[in-house]
């Protein structure tokens, strides 16, 4: 079988040769996910902050996020459920999770700005039988704002339920890739539950243009959001292979934050 990988190229479509006559849908596959962080960037202050691969941390050195007094802030990755099964047209299946720890921190320590995450996903033809292997490595870049606890709820950002919910953005258009393999253009949707489109403000005050997508996150809780992909495909030279694109854009933008 022949496959190429069109990264990011949602545009070329249009472009791609006509379809083998004898050309057959792989209806599903097997993956693996490897997800890492692989760089991040903070305020100047105090504290002491973390870099690891599964690990964001700022705050009180020598303290923690997770257990009293809790006086650090982080973002952990958790990969439980990075492998599996995936049907082509099917539905979305967990590809782990990523979770910040929203603590109360002093406004004197070091606070991250950004950070950019690693995700492999590889693909292992399963049905029908045969060695067909994909390996799609994504790059996400990550907007961070870590807001001030003001008394009044007033004074946060608009749409805040905490004491100035935190702001988190990711660049959308990392969250759609594609390949080819004999005739068929397989589309990977990448969904975090839980992030939607962010409001002008909201954008601005953590750093994106309007019409950012992301989420904010409660103070002094543990905030989850799980990731998930699904794959579509289509006979390259079928009519509507963007059209299925769109409709993976559209779900993504439709997301509702997790109450």
């Not at 958790?78 to 002093?106: K, R």
């Not at 990392?174 to 005739?183: A, H, K, T």
Request: net charge negative; aromatic share 8%; charged share 15%.
């Amino acid at each position: 079988m022949k496959h190429s990988v069109l990264k990011s190229a949602i545009f070329a479509v249009a472009a791609l040769g006509t379809a083998s006559a004898n050309a057959e849908l792989i209806t599903e596959w097997t993956y693996s996910v490897d997800t890492t962080i692989i760089g991040a960037n903070f305020t100047s202050g105090g504290g002491t902050q973390v870099v690891s691969d599964y690990e964001l941390s700022w705050g009180a050195t020598g303290g923690s996020f997770e257990a009293d007094p809790k006086n650090r802030s982080a973002i952990t990755l958790d990969l439980t459920d990075a492998s599996g099964n995936v049907m082509t047209n099917g539905a979305f299946v967990p590809s782990g999770e990523i979770t910040h720890w929203n603590n109360s921190i002093s406004n004197t320590f070091a606070t991250l700005t950004d950070a950019s995450i690693s995700s492999t996903l590889t693909l292992t033809q399963f049905n029908p039988v045969g060695g067909e292997m994909v390996e799609l490595t994504t790059t996400f870049m990550v907007e961070f704002t870590e807001t001030y606890n003001e008394d009044d709820i007033n004074n946060c950002i608009a749409g805040s339920v905490s004491r100035c919910d935190d702001i988190f953005v990711i660049d959308a258009a990392s969250l759609v890739d594609q390949f080819i393999v004999d005739g068929y253009i397989y589309t990977v949707v990448i969904q975090p539950e839980g992030f939607g489109p962010l409001s002008n403000a909201q954008c601005a005050a953590a750093g994106a243009a309007a019409g950012c997508t992301g989420f904010t996150t409660l103070e002094n809780t543990q905030n989850d959001a799980s990731l998930s992909f699904a794959i579509f495909a289509r006979p390259v030279s079928e009519p509507g292979t963007l059209a299925v694109i769109g409709l993976g854009l559209l779900g993504f933008g439709a997301l509702r934050r997790k109450s």
